[in-house]
């Protein structure tokens, strides 16, 4: 069963860079598919923020991209999301997913990050 | 990039049926058939319901349907149970491989 399970700070001060990291179990991040990350703003909808797929290639929200990286690391069986410039806006339930065929299938229990200072 | 529309809200009684629709462009409904519709109930995270516009992971009931003409999509739900009520957000790829979500919409079983 492929599980999926997101860890970073829950407060970050305006201005700074939120970091968050996902780990996979239960399926190895080399053997294949994309991997992603989305966001959900206290009582708002879904927006999609980045994904990467396993051999490097990435791809961003346009409104996000100037501010953002999504990276892989293999070795460790876990992918990374790094936001700088952070402001109150930012403040969301982040999730991390696995994505095939268009969807996103697999999705961790999401972590909150609140931006304040 | 504008986010897909989709009705805020909808209702219905247990044992109906409603369809909920998930309206883009030529760019991104219209585009590829990567359309997905995810269920998300309170403090949960959202799970997959459909896929490629009208498959059914293995496990979802086959009372969530899906569909699509020209750059619409709908979901449908028939025979309406109590635990349907939850929100629903279509999402679709498109052509410039980026992924757009819908506002969602709030399911309420009467």
């Known amino acids: 069963q492929v599980q999926l399970q997101e860890s970073g700070p829950g407060l970050v001060k305006p201005s700074e860079t939120l970091s968050l990291t996902c780990a996979v179990s239960?399926?190895?991040?080399?053997?294949?598919?994309?991997w992603g990350w989305i966001r959900q703003p206290p009582g708002k909808g879904l927006e999609w923020i980045a994904t990467?797929?396993?051999?490097?290639?990435?791809y961003y929200n346009p409104s996000l991209k100037s501010r953002v990286t999504i990276s892989v690391d293999t070795s460790k069986n876990q992918f990374s999301l790094k936001l700088s410039s952070v402001t109150a806006a930012d403040t969301a339930v982040y999730y991390c997913a696995r994505r095939q065929k268009g969807a996103s299938d697999y999705w961790g229990q999401g972590t909150l990050v609140t931006v304040s200072s | 990039q504008s986010a897909l529309t989709q009705p805020a809200s909808v209702s219905g009684s247990p044992g109906q049926s409603i369809t909920i629709s998930c309206t883009g462009t030529s760019s991104d409904v219209g585009s590829y058939n990567f359309v997905s519709w995810y269920q998300q109930h309170p403090g949960k995270a959202p799970k997959l319901m459909i896929y490629e516009v009208n498959t059914r992971p293995s496990g979802i009931s086959n009372r969530f349907s899906g569909s699509k003409s020209g750059n619409t999509a709908s979901l449908t739900i028939s025979g309406l149970q109590a635990e349907d009520e939850a929100d629903y957000f279509c999402s679709a790829y498109t052509s410039s491989s980026t992924v757009l979500f819908g506002g969602g919409t709030k399911l309420t079983v009467l």
């Open positions: 990467i797929h396993h051999s490097g290639s990435t």
């Open positions: 239960g399926y190895s991040i080399s053997s294949g598919y994309y």
